[in-house]
């Protein structure tokens, strides 16, 4: 009985220490608007996933006048993405530990060198102690003679894990500016007929939108097939669609950046689409159901059947439902509590009006905190458990 009591303890004690240091660059950088360029570009160049999955590293983040002037030189995203990666270091460098630098400087390796992107050693930061209290980061294969960049402020710590602080300019080298070939030219639609999502397909060439997946290739493209059997079920509601709505529905089913079947498992939450634009949300949530990943729009709830392609940029995968927006059918009414004293048959089907504002509201609560909250709850239902225990000491 005791062993038992201590592994359940220890289990517990691991699951929490196991999901606390969780972290979410692209939700913390979304309270800060005047990062919001840089925040977008991780998210392009899926280097937002990759720090998401370490867990000691120090993101330099700079600001929008900053990224204008790195985008005014046109570079391609893959050579942006070695440019930002010499901002990503493997290791924490939180304020405190920048103005105690040992000895005055320090090297580190940047993602940009540990991903093996970069020759010899140009993907290593030199960081810098200086008068006055600043501190200076340069790249040891910087062209300059001075730090190109200094500390400007944290923030947000999380002491070990992740340190994101902002600095004054962009780090960059001419190993990291070296021309970096983009995407083969792709034809999507032909490559998704070839492999089992011929319907579909054709669906997106009749509506003439194949150019739309194509250009959103360039920075990752993730699109979600409906069988041919679940296409066929739907065709009647399809046709009495007008012809924008044909192409919304179609764009619907296109997520804008790259995601492996791992990777939806692990970031759950709202995802845009190539449909959404501005107050025409035409978003949907991403939830994991043990093994399965399942697509929620409030009007049908569609599961991932299988992978067809999944070869970075371009994911593409089988579902067994097609994708109905709110903004183009009515969402599904909520189920209602048995014998409950509650009940009311007005509310019976929420309108369309209520999901937005149901939707704005789950928006502005952040996913990572009630995330946390919900797995601190667990641990404190499972301590409080154990108290009520015989224990026989």
Request: hydrophobic letters at 40%.
């Amino acid at each position: 009985m005791e062993a038992k009591i201590f592994t359940l303890i220890v289990g517990i004690l691991l699951f929490a220490a196991d999901n606390a240091g969780a972290h979410n660059i692209t939700r913390i950088l979304a309270a800060h608007p005047t990062l919001s360029t840089f925040n977008h570009y991780l998210t392009l160049t899926h280097l937002a996933a990759e720090i998401n999955r370490r867990r000691t590293i120090t993101v330099c983040v700079v600001n929008n006048d900053a990224m204008a002037e790195l985008l005014d030189k046109h570079y391609t995203l893959p050579t942006i993405k070695n440019i930002l990666s010499l901002h990503i270091f493997a290791d924490y460098f939180g304020a405190k530990k920048l103005h105690q630098v040992s000895k005055g400087s320090t090297t580190t390796s940047s993602l940009f060198q540990a991903t093996g992107e970069a020759a010899g050693t140009s993907g290593y930061v030199n960081i810098t102690d200086m008068k006055g209290g600043k501190v200076g980061f340069s790249p040891v294969d910087s062209d300059s003679a001075h730090p190109v960049a200094t500390f400007v402020k944290s923030v947000h710590e999380s002491p070990y894990d992740l340190a994101v602080i902002q600095i004054s300019h962009i780090l960059s080298s001419p190993e990291a500016e070296a021309p970096t070939a983009g995407p083969g030219e792709l034809n999507v639609t032909t490559i998704m007929a070839k492999q089992g999502c011929k319907d579909f397909s054709d669906l997106i060439i009749k509506q003439g939108v194949a150019e739309t997946f194509s250009q959103s290739l360039q920075g990752g493209l993730t699109i979600f097939c409906p069988s041919g059997e679940t296409l066929k079920d739907f065709m009647p509601k399809y046709k009495k669609l007008s012809a924008d709505n044909k192409t919304s529905l179609l764009l619907y089913h296109g997520v804008p950046i790259y995601n492996s079947l791992g990777m939806l498992k692990s970031s759950n939450g709202l995802l845009n689409t190539l449909a959404t634009e501005g107050a025409r949300k035409y978003d949907f949530t991403v939830q994991t159901d043990g093994d399965d990943v399942k697509l929620e729009t409030k009007v049908v709830t569609a599961t991932i059947t299988g992978t067809l392609i999944d070869e970075d940029p371009l994911a593409v995968f089988k579902i067994n439902k097609v994708l109905e927006p709110t903004e183009l059918f009515k969402a599904a009414p909520a189920p209602k509590a048995a014998n409950s004293a509650f009940d009311d048959d007005s509310a019976d089907a929420p309108s369309s009006e209520d999901d937005d504002d149901d939707s704005t509201s789950a928006d502005s609560t952040s996913h990572g905190e009630v995330t946390l909250l919900r797995r601190w709850g667990y641990t404190a239902l499972f301590t409080s458990v154990l108290l009520t225990l015989p224990f026989p000491f």
